[in-house]
């Protein structure tokens, strides 16, 4: 397995390469096309990591866990029920997620594996499905709680779910990661809030990429959030959430004070 | 008023400029910030027009005009209610829209105006809005009726909109449009299905910008498509859709047989 990270150095350098806990090897190119070594490494004090990725999108998954859905009393879907994140969204570990202006409502983190998105794709079968996958990373999907439901008419999900700095992604991309062994774990301040297992997944990763690949055309670098299951909740200013995935890491992030 | 297109020569060049009818004059560098006149000009007999923009993404309105509140029975909402579209669902003038694969279901055509941004903005306040609107543009917000509401639980607004080629936008920009005194018109193989009013929307597009500014950065060529009116329907395999606003022209669409 290899962790992949992007990041900024102190002195303003943006860069990528392999994490190694106290360096990253760099790399040149593009991460999802045959990235060449770049014979240096920068020191973990010298740097800072950025998302690991930069979407295009972000497909983020409603009802994919078997624990949840029967806590909502919800059937499980056929097709991976979804909606979209934009880029625009997207924030890495340790950056501020910003309470929308204006908004003083409910703020909700939910836990999740994102699958990274290897090479563009539509179509794909489900046996090819696999070989589309770059690796894995860990999702907070942050809401914005009282907008969801705050037109009777119209579920907004894409609103509260697209507020900039709500799509928290990393730290690391691992490859080859085995999902199947690992739990997704959330604290909120230290306490646990969230911990299940991604066995419990109801349309697994390379599935999910075959299915969602028949609705739009995925990129490098996009992102499937795979969904949450049981303990989401909300935070308070100031908090931070910190999800982590055997293999992938911990991704913390605090919710920000207002300004 | 001015009228941008991108287009792709016949020998394959792709570039932008000032659409003439006959000719486009030219530009270089980028679109959204100071292109420079090019000193050339090329034949419209020698170049295809391509969608005018390629947005990162789509926000397509919901329950935005007056008419088709009332015959729904909606309250007019306060904010805008949104989904997004993804950049790979985005189309220009004359290319096919495709029928998702497997999909046997109804496909619905809906006239709208779509609004460009010409500016990264974010948080914008209302008397500011303006001058984030590059122009304006035709679109066609296509839609897989049968996927929308295909899951009791969960309406999939992204899904059943997002598919390549349902975001079909052109033909081109249209800078400093005298959008309240224009009609969206829709035909269907000639015959109309839509005849609407711009000046009935509920939330116009300035309001639109800050309004949505302030729920996600928007980016320069970014569309928001300001929502329908009356007269939506379904379209054949094989049919082609024209949407005609004043100012901006006739975007023009078939839904591809099956493949």
Redesign the interface.
């Known amino acids: 397995m290899v962790q992949w990270a992007r990041f900024r150095s102190n002195d303003g350098r943006g860069g990528f390469g392999i994490f190694e806990e106290t360096q990253i090897v760099e790399y040149e190119g593009d991460l999802f096309d045959s990235p060449r070594p770049a014979g240096r490494t920068i020191p973990m004090n010298a740097c800072t990591l950025r998302s690991p990725c930069a979407p ?2 972000m497909v983020a998954l ?2 994919n866990f078997h624990a949840l859905a029967a806590k909502l009393a ?2 499980a ?1 056929a ?1 991976p ?4 994140k ?4 997207v924030i890495g570990p340790g950056d501020p997620i910003r309470r ?3 908004y003083k409502g409910k703020i909700a983190f939910e836990g999740e594996l994102g699958i990274v998105i290897g090479r563009r794709c ?2 794909v079968p489900a046996y090819e499905a696999e070989s589309c996958i770059f690796g894995y990373t860990c999702v907070n999907d942050v809401t914005a709680a009282e907008v969801l439901n ?2 009777p ?7 509260s779910k ?3 700095t709500f799509g928290c992604l990393g730290p690391v991309i691992a490859t080859d990661l085995d999902w199947p062994s690992a739990r997704v774990v959330t604290k909120v301040d230290g306490t646990e809030r969230q911990n299940y297992p991604l066995s419990d997944m109801i349309i697994p990763p390379a599935e999910l990429v075959s299915l969602v690949s ?4 995925l ?1 490098a670098g996009d992102v499937i959030a795979c969904g949450t299951s049981l303990g989401v909740g909300s935070i308070k200013d100031g908090a931070t959430v910190e999800i982590e995935i055997d293999g992938i890491g911990a991704l913390t992030n605090m919710l920000a004070p207002p300004r």
Chains 1, 2 share one sequence.
Do not use: I, V
């Open positions: 295009s999108k409603w009802n919800k059937q879907p097709h029920l979804f909606l979209l934009p880029g625009t969204s929308p202006a204006g539509k179509d705050e037109n008419d119209f579920a907004q999900w894409c609103r697209g507020y900039d028949h609705d739009m055309t990129l």
